[in-house]
C-alpha cells in the first residue's frame, strides 16, 4: 500500500520568524509627550532660587527707590542730605548720578530711569538709596524732600481729550494711532440689513505674578552682572547698557527662576536702578526688591480700552461690514503702547470675513500707570467687542449664535482683517468641537431657585502669533552634545513657569533620537546663550522651537556621519531613536549615541551646532492697515462657558467651562492643557472680577485684598479639547498656545451673562454691582473710579 | 517684647499690668497684615495662641459659651447656622485655622463677618480684666464708631456667648467664590418665642443691626407682604458708602434683597 508523506504539522508559527527588535512598534517620541518638567523636581522642593532668594544671603547692600508722590507735577527740587544723615545710608543718587540716556521703554525710549524735571504717575522714580540693611534704606528713602509743583492730573481719556487739557508731552495728548481701510465700511453700513451698535470698556488690568520683582547686582569694574527677572534678556542688556552708558559687552543679564510674567516684565523694572547702585559701590552685591504695593503701583498694566464697535449685516446674517474707534488710555509713558496699537486693529474683526471695514485706534496718554504688554495684547480687549457684537448681532435676527458663527467664520483660503489670506483656517472646527463636547456631555443640571438663571455662551477668536507687522522676530539657538552625554539646549529664551525648558528639550530630543531624561536646558543668560527674542506674543514654540529643531537637525547629520562609520551603512540609511543609532533596513542593528558621542569628540567634531530662524512678515500698509503676510501664522481657538447668574444680587457662577485650541502640535500636551487652564482662569478673571482702580493717578487698590484675583472656587474644571492640525512651518507642526486662552475666556463669559439676563455687558469686569446695574440701570453709579465717570466721547479727537 | 503665657490669668494680669502698651495676638490674621503693611508697630505682644483652653466650647442651658480662641474652622461646625456659615465664608482653610471669633470683634471691621452673625444672634461676650473680674456686655454695646469699641486696654475678650437653640441664617455678596471679602453680609435670627435679630455687614462704619426692621418684625406674624416691608425698611438704617469696593446704592440695596431672600427661604412657613 502506497503510503503519502505526513503533512507537515500545523503550527501557529509563522514561517519567517520576526527578528528579535525592540523597535517593532516605534517608541514613542519625545514630541507629544507630557514629559516631566525639567524644572519641577527643584521648583516643588523650593530649591529653585528665585530673584527674592537671593535676597539678602548674597547681598552685600541693599537699594530701594523714591516714588513720586505726585501723579503730575514739575520737580523744582530733591533735597538727599536728610537721607544721607540716616544711618546705614550710603549712597542717594537722582537722575544726575546716571551716566547713560536715563531712559527706558522697549519702543519709545521715553521712560526716566530716574525723573529730571517732571513726574508723570505716582510710579515715577525719582531717587535710588543703598544702604546696609533694607530697613536703613527705607528710612533714607522716606527722609528725601521733594519739592513739587502740581499740575492737574490727567486721570482718563476724556481728561487727556478735553479742549483745555494739560499737554502731557510736546506733540500733545495722542500718543498714535493705526488705522484699517478696506472696502468702504460706511456705505456698506448704510445698505446693511441689520446695524447693531455698542460702547465696550474694558479694565486695566494687572499682572499679578505671584513673583514681585526683583534682583541684584554687581560691577567688578569690567562687568555688570544683573539677575533679575524678565521677559527678553538681551534687549534687558540693550536698554541697561544705554540707560547706564556702558557698552553692551560689558552688561550680563542672567534670569534666575521667575515665577510668571504674562507680559509685566517686557518692561524694565529695577534692573537700571540696582545696575546704578552697583555702579555706585564698586565689588559690592546690591539687592533690591519691590513688595506687592509697590509692583502694582510701578509697573505697567493692560491697557483699558474704550471701544465704539458697529456691525451691519444682511438679513441671512453675512457681515458686511464693520466700524469700529477704539481709544486706549496708554498711562504716562508710550510702553509697548504702540505694537498693542497695532495688535488690537490688526485683531478688529477676528476671525470673521468681513468686506468692509474701517477702523481707527488712539493711544492716549494720562497720568495713569503706563500701560504696556500683558497676554492678550490688545487682541484680548478687541475679542471682547467683536465676539459681544456677534451674539447682539444674533439677537437682532433671531438667528441661533452658533450658526451665526458658522457662516462668517474664515475658512481656509479667507482672509481676516488685516487683508492676510489664512491657508488653514480651523475656528469652525474648534467651534464645532466645542459645541458637540457642550451638547454631548456634562452633568445633569441642578434645577434653580428663580433668582438663578443659567446661561451659555461661545467664543471663536483667532490670533497671529509673533511680532508680526514687519517687525524682526528671530530666534536663534544652540544645541550641542556635551562629553558626559548630554545633550545640552542653549537658547535665550526666557522660562517663567509656561513650559519653555521642556518645549526645546523635547524638540531637541525628538530630533535627535534621545530620551528626554538626557536633556539639558542652558538658558536667558547674556553671557552664555544667544539672543532668541522675548517670551511673549505666544512666539517661543514657534520661534525658538523652530531654532532649536534646525540646530538639532544639523547636529544629528553629524552623529549620522559617525554613526555610518560604524553600521557600515550609508548615514541615509541610520535613524536615531531611543538613544541608539539604528540600521533602517534588514536585520537592524544598533549602537548607542553616547558611544558617538564619544568617538566623535576623540575624532575631532565639535558637535555643537547653532542656528537662526527668522522668517519675514509684512509691515501692515499705513494707509488701509492690509498686509498679505502680518503675521507669520495664526490660531484658532473656541470656548464655551456656561455660568449661573443671580439675578437679584448680580452674582455670576462659572459652572462649566470647555476649551479647544488648534495648537498645530501639542509639544508637550500637558503644559498644553495648563496653559489653557491659566489662561481661561485669568480670563475668568477679568470677565469677573480683577480691575485697577485708579484715583487721582492713584492705585487705589495695589494689594492683594482689594485687588480681586480669581480662586480655586472661581474656576471649574476646564474641559479641553487639542486639535493638532498642523501648522507647515512650525517645528513639528506645532503654532503655541500662550495667549489665546485668555483672549477667548473673556467673551465666552460674558456672551454667557448676556445669554442668562437677556441683556449684554458691556463693561468689565462683570463684577456683581455691573451685573445688577445692567439690570437697574436708573440705579447705576458712577464708579469710584474717576477714568469712567463721564460719557464716551462719539467724536474723533 | 514677646508674651506667650498659658495660663489666661497670666495673659489677663498682663494685659492690666501693661494696657494699651501690649497688643494682643490671637490668629494674627488681621495684625500680620497691619504689621507687613507698616500699619502696627507694637511695642510688646502678648501671644493668646499657647493658653491653655483657649478653644474650648461649652454648652449650658440652651447656650453655647465660646472660650477666645475659638476659631473659625470650629465655628463650621456649631450648630448654629448662621455663625457656621458666616465662618465657612471667611478666608480660605488657612485663615479659618488661625482666625478667630475675639479677633473678628476685636478688629471690629466693618466686613467682620463673625461680628454680623452675632448681632443678629444678640449673642452676648465677656470682657475681662485682671483683679476686676469679668463684665458681660451684648455685642450690640460693642461697637461704638470705625474701629472704635468698647474694649478698654487693660481688657481682653474672654467669652462669646451665643444661644443654642435660635434659628438663624446667613448671606454674604462678594466678589469671588473664596477669601472673599463682604461687599455686604447679612445675617437673620429668630429666637424660640419670635424675637427677631437682624444685622448687616459692610454698610456702615462697623457691623450694623437694624432696631426699627426687627421691631416690624417682632410686632406680626411673617407674610411676604410683612417681609417686603421689612426689606424696604432694612434698607433705611444702614449707612453704606461708594468706595473701590461697590457703590453706596448696591450696597443698600442688597441689604433688602438679602433680607428678603433670607426671611423668604429660612423663616416663612416655619422653614428650618
Ligand atoms: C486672606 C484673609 C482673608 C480674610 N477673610 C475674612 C473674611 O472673609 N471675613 C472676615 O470677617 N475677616 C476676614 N479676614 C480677617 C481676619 O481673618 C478675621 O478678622 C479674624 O477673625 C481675625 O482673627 P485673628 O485671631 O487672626 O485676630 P488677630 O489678627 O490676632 O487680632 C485681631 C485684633 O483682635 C485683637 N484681639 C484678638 N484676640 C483678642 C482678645 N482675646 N481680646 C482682646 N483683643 C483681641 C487683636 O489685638 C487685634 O486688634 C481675612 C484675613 C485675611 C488675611
Known amino acids: ?797 | 517684647m514677646l508674651y506667650q503665657p498659658q495660663i489666661l490669668e497670666e495673659a489677663l494680669t498682663l494685659k492690666a499690668d501693661l494696657g494699651g502698651d501690649v497688643d494682643a495676638l490671637a490668629g494674627g490674621t488681621d495684625l500680620l497684615v497691619a504689621l507687613s503693611r507698616g500699619q502696627w508697630r507694637p511695642k510688646n505682644v502678648l501671644d493668646l495662641s499657647r493658653v491653655v483652653e483657649r478653644s474650648e466650647i461649652r454648652k449650658a442651658d440652651s447656650r453655647f459659651s465660646l472660650a477666645h480662641g475659638v476659631t473659625h474652622a470650629q465655628l463650621t461646625r456649631l450648630p448654629v447656622r448662621a455663625l457656621a456659615e458666616a465662618a465657612l465664608s471667611i478666608g480660605g482653610p488657612q485663615i479659618r485655622n488661625r482666625g478667630t471669633l475675639a479677633g473678628n470683634l476685636g478688629t471690629a471691621s466693618p466686613a467682620g463677618d463673625g461680628c454680623v452673625a452675632l448681632l443678629a444672634l444678640h449673642a452676648e461676650m465677656e470682657l475681662t480684666r485682671a483683679g476686676r473680674g469679668s463684665r458681660r456686655l451684648p455685642v450690640r454695646d460693642f461697637f461704638l464708631d470705625y474701629r472704635r469699641t468698647e474694649l478698654r486696654p487693660e481688657e481682653l475678650i474672654t467669652r462669646v456667648v451665643v444661644p443654642a437653640d435660635w434659628t438663624s441664617a446667613w448671606h454674604k455678596i462678594g466678589k469671588r467664590g473664596s477669601v472673599n471679602i463682604s461687599v455686604v453680609c447679612a445675617a437673620v435670627a429668630r429666637s424660640p418665642q419670635g424675637r427677631f435679630g437682624v444685622a448687616f455687614g459692610s454698610v456702615g462704619p462697623y457691623p450694623l443691626t437694624a432696631p426699627k426692621t426687627e421691631a416690624l418684625l417682632n410686632a406680626a406674624a411673617l407674610t411676604p407682604e410683612l417681609i417686603d416691608e421689612a426689606a424696604a425698611m432694612a434698607q433705611t438704617e444702614v449707612s453704606p458708602i461708594s468706595d473701590h469696593r461697590a457703590s453706596a446704592a448696591y450696597r443698600r440695596a442688597m441689604c433688602g434683597t438679602l433680607l428678603r431672600r433670607l426671611l423668604t427661604e429660612h423663616f416663612l412657613n416655619g422653614r428650618d
Open chain 1, 1 to 797: 500500500m502506497a503510503t503519502t508523506p505526513a503533512p507537515p504539522p500545523v503550527t501557529d508559527k509563522p514561517l519567517i520568524e520576526p527578528s528579535p527588535t525592540p523597535y517593532a512598534d516605534p517608541p514613542p517620541s519625545p514630541v507629544g509627550a507630557s514629559a516631566r518638567r525639567l524644572d519641577g523636581l527643584e521648583k516643588v522642593t523650593g530649591e529653585a532660587l528665585y530673584a527674592a532668594d537671593f535676597f539678602p544671603r548674597e547681598a552685600d547692600l541693599f537699594a530701594t527707590i523714591l516714588r513720586s508722590h505726585e501723579a503730575h507735577a514739575e520737580v523744582l527740587s530733591i533735597d538727599t542730605a536728610p537721607a544721607m544723615k540716616v544711618a546705614g545710608v550710603v549712597g542717594v543718587y537722582t537722575h544726575v548720578d546716571v551716566p547713560g540716556t536715563n531712559r527706558q521703554g522697549l519702543i519709545k525710549r521715553d521712560h526716566p530711569v530716574l525723573v529730571e524735571d517732571r513726574v508723570r504717575y505716582k510710579g515715577d522714580a525719582l531717587a535710588v538709596v543703598v544702604a546696609t540693611s533694607e530697613s536703613a534704606a527705607h528710612a533714607g528713602r522716606d527722609a528725601i524732600r521733594v519739592r513739587y509743583r502740581p499740575l492737574p492730573v490727567v486721570g482718563s481719556i476724556d481728561d487727556a481729550l478735553a479742549p483745555k487739557a494739560p499737554k502731557l508731552f510736546p506733540n500733545g495728548n495722542v500718543m498714535g494711532g493705526k488705522r484699517i481701510r478696506k472696502g468702504d465700511a460706511d456705505r456698506a453700513l448704510a445698505e446693511a440689513d441689520v446695524v447693531v451698535s455698542e460702547t465696550f470698556q474694558t479694565q486695566t488690568v494687572d499682572h499679578a505674578f505671584l513673583d514681585v520683582e526683583a534682583g541684584i547686582a554687581r560691577w567688578d569694574g569690567r562687568t555688570l552682572v544683573i539677575h533679575a527677572s524678565g521677559q527678553w534678556v538681551h534687549e534687558e542688556r540693550r536698554l541697561i547698557a544705554l540707560a547706564l552708558g556702558l557698552p553692551i559687552e560689558q552688561v550680563r543679564v542672567i534670569q534666575p527662576a521667575t515665577g510668571g510674567a504674562f507680559g509685566g516684565r517686557e518692561d524694565l523694572g529695577m534692573q537700571v536702578h540696582v545696575g546704578l547702585a552697583a555702579l555706585k559701590h564698586p565689588g559690592k552685591t546690591i539687592a533690591l526688591r519691590y513688595d506687592r504695593a509697590e509692583s502694582m503701583r510701578a509697573r505697567h498694566k493692560r491697557h483699558a480700552l474704550r471701544i465704539h464697535y458697529t456691525l451691519g449685516a444682511r438679513g441671512d446674517g453675512t457681515l458686511t461690514a464693520a466700524k469700529v474707534t477704539v481709544f486706549s488710555d496708554e498711562g504716562a509713558y508710550a510702553s509697548t503702547g504702540p505694537a498693542v496699537i497695532r495688535k488690537a486693529s490688526s485683531h478688529a474683526t477676528g476671525p470673521y470675513r468681513v468686506p468692509n471695514v474701517h477702523v481707527d485706534v488712539y493711544g492716549v496718554y494720562t497720568n495713569n500707570n503706563p500701560t504696556g504688554a500683558m497676554r492678550g495684547f490688545g487682541a484680548c480687549q478687541l475679542a471682547v467687542a467683536y465676539e459681544g457684537m456677534i451674539d447682539r448681532l444674533a439677537r437682532k435676527l433671531g438667528m441661533d449664535r452658533v450658526e451665526l458663527r458658522r457662516r462668517n467664520l474664515v475658512r481656509s483660503g479667507d482672509a481676516v482683517t488685516t487683508g492676510q489670506v489664512i491657508p488653514l483656517a480651523t475656528g469652525v472646527e474648534c467651534l464645532d468641537a466645542v459645541m458637540d463636547r457642550f451638547r454631548n456631555g456634562g452633568r445633569p443640571l441642578e434645577p434653580l431657585p428663580p433668582y438663578r438663571r443659567r446661561g451659555w455662551g461661545v467664543s471663536t477668536i483667532c490670533f497671529g502669533l509673533g511680532y508680526g507687522d514687519g517687525f524682526p522676530d528671530a530666534s536663534r539657538a544652540g544645541v550641542r552634545f556635551t562629553r558626559d552625554g548630554f545633550l545640552e539646549v542653549l537658547t535665550g529664551a526666557v522660562e517663567y513657569g509656561q513650559g519653555l525648558l521642556n518645549m526645546v528639550a523635547q524638540i531637541a530630543a525628538a530630533e535627535l533620537g534621545m530620551p528626554i531624561e538626557k536633556a539639558r536646558v542652558i538658558w536667558a543668560d547674556t553671557g552664555r546663550t544667544l539672543e532668541s527674542g522675548s517670551s511673549s506674543a505666544t512666539r517661543q514654540t514657534y520661534f525658538t522651537g523652530n531654532a532649536v529643531k534646525r540646530a538639532a537637525s544639523e547636529l544629528k547629520e553629524e552623529i549620522l556621519d559617525i554613526a555610518g562609520t560604524h553600521l557600515h551603512v550609508h548615514p541615509h540609511e541610520i535613524v536615531l531613536r531611543d538613544g541608539l543609532a539604528v540600521t533602517r533596513f534588514g536585520e537592524p542593528r544598533s549602537v548607542p549615541i553616547a558611544e558617538l558621542v564619544a568617538d566623535g569628540f576623540n575624532r575631532g567634531y565639535e558637535l555643537s551646532v547653532k542656528a537662526l530662524y527668522k522668517p519675514a512678515t509684512l509691515c501692515e500698509n499705513f494707509e488701509t492697515g492690509q498686509s498679505p503676510r502680518a503675521f507669520i501664522t495664526y490660531l484658532f481657538v473656541s470656548h464655551l462657558a456656561q455660568v449661573v447668574v443671580d439675578v437679584e444680587t448680580g452674582q455670576v457662577t462659572v459652572e462649566r467651562y470647555i476649551a479647544c485650541h488648534d495648537v498645530g502640535k501639542a509639544i508637550n500636551p500637558q503644559s498644553v492643557d495648563g496653559q489653557i487652564t491659566g489662561g481661561v482662569a485669568q480670563g475668568i478673571g477679568m470677565a469677573l472680577m480683577e480691575e485697577v482702580v485708579m484715583r487721582e493717578g492713584r492705585m487705589a487698590n495695589a494689594n492683594f485684598t482689594d485687588y480681586i484675583l480669581p480662586t480655586f472656587r472661581d474656576v471649574p474644571p476646564v474641559e479641553t479639547i487639542i486639535l493638532e492640525n498642523q501648522d507647515p512651518g512650525g517645528p513639528f507642526g506645532a503654532r503655541g498656545v500662550g495667549e489665546p486662552p485668555l483672549i477667548a475666556a473673556v467673551p465666552a463669559v460674558l456672551n454667557a451673562i448676556h445669554d442668562a439676563l437677556g441683556v449684554a455687558p458691556h463693561t468689565t469686569p462683570c463684577n456683581p454691582q455691573r451685573v445688577w446695574e445692567l439690570l437697574h440701570p436708573e440705579q447705576a453709579e458712577p464708579p469710584a473710579d474717576i477714568r469712567f465717570r463721564t460719557a464716551p466721547p462719539h467724536a474723533r479727537p
